[in-house]
C-alpha cells in the first residue's frame, strides 16, 4: 500500500511544473487522470528529438503513472466530461494563465461551490494577482526574473540559464507540498483550498542566502563560477583529465585537508583561522590550492584520493552517463525498472 492510494487528481497541467507535481502524486499511488487537448495533446509530446514511440522522451520524463484523456473544454462534451471528473476529485491542478479556466467555467468558486473538499491548485507564471499575472511564465523567463541567472556563470561571461529547468521542477515540486499540506487540513476541517503556486516565487526562494546578503549588506551578490561567497575551498578546479569538485566546510575539514595536502603549517596559519578569514584571503589560499592536480589512477598528484575524501567532500565532476555505472546509483535504488504499458520497455 501507498500513501496516496485513494486519491484521485484530475491533472489539467502541462509542459513541466505541473506534470512534476502530478507524476510526484502517481509516484505515491494517487490515480492521475491527465486532461490534455486534442489532436495534440501536451506540447511537451513533440518536444524532440529524440523521441521513443512516436512521443518525446521528455514527455516521458515527467508522465509516468498517469492516464490521459482528450478533451475540448470548449466544447459541450467536453465540459460535460470534466465536470465528471471534477465531481470524483480530490485534486485539481492546473497551470493556464490566471483567468483562463474561470472563463471556461472552471475556476476555483465554481469547482468549489460544486465540490466543497477539492484541493484546487494553480501554478502560474507571476501568481493570480499584481501587474505580471497576465503574462505567460516559462522556466527560463523565472530563472531571468528572479536574478537566479544573474548569480549563475561566471563574471566575465554573460548570465546563464541552469542546466536543467529548475524553476519549473522546484515549483512543481512546492505544489507537491501544498497538496499535500491541503489534504492534512482536509482531514481536519472537512473543506478543501485554493493553493497558489508561481514560478516566480518558487524561484525567488531558492536564492536563500543570497538575497539575505542582498538585504544585510546592500551590495548585490554575482557570478562567481563555481566559487562560493563564503565558504573556501568551495568550487570546482580543472585539472590535467577533468574537473574535480571540493568542498571544505568547517575548520576541522580544512585541518585534515591541509594535513592530507601536506600543508600542515597552513591550518595553523592566521590568516585561515576562521571558515571567515578563509574566505576572506581566498587569494592567497588558491595559490597554495593549485597544488591539487587529479591523475586517473592515483587521485590528486602526490595525495591519495582516499585520504581527501575522507576529510571533506571531494569527488569528479562527472557526465551523466557515468551515474549508470556506479554502484552507488543501484545501491540506493536510484533507478527502479518502470515498464511502459504499451511499449513494453
Known sequence: MRPLDDLFVVDL??????????????DMGAQIIKVE????????R????PFVGGIST?????????KSVGLNLKSDAGKRILWELIDRADVLLENFRPGVLASLG????AVSARNPRVIYCSISGFGQTGPYRDRPGYDVVAQGEAGLMDLTGYPDQ??????????????????????LLALLT?????????????????????????????????????????????IVPYECFEVGDGFVNIGVTNQKQWTAFCRVLGLPDLATDSRFATTALISRNDATASVFLSRIA???????????AGAVAATCPALRVRVLRAHRERRQAAGTAAEPALAHPRLHR
Open 58 to 66: 521528455y514527455f516521458h520524463s515527467i508522465n509516468r503513472g498517469k
Open 46 to 49: 513533440l518536444w524532440g528529438p
Open 294 to 304: 587529479w591523475n586517473p589512477r592515483d587521485g590528486p598528484a602526490d595525495v591519495s
Open 106 to 109: 472552471f475556476g476555483y468558486e
Open 37 to 44: 487537448p486534442p489532436p495534440h495533446g501536451d506540447d511537451s
Open 13 to 26: 497541467s502541462r509542459i513541466l511544473s505541473g506534470p512534476i507535481c502530478s507524476m510526484m502524486l502517481a
Open 158 to 179: 554573460p548570465p546563464a540559464k541552469v542546466g536543467t529547468s529548475i524553476s519549473d521542477i522546484v515549483t512543481g515540486m512546492y505544489a507537491c507540498q501544498g497538496i
Open 186 to 230: 482536509r482531514y481536519r476541517s472537512k473543506k478543501g483550498q485554493f493553493i497558489d503556486i508561481s514560478l516566480l516565487d518558487s524561484t525567488l526562494s531558492m536564492l536563500t542566502y543570497q538575497s539575505l546578503m542582498y538585504l544585510t549588506t546592500g551590495k548585490a551578490p554575482g557570478r562567481m563560477g563555481t566559487r562560493h561567497p563564503s
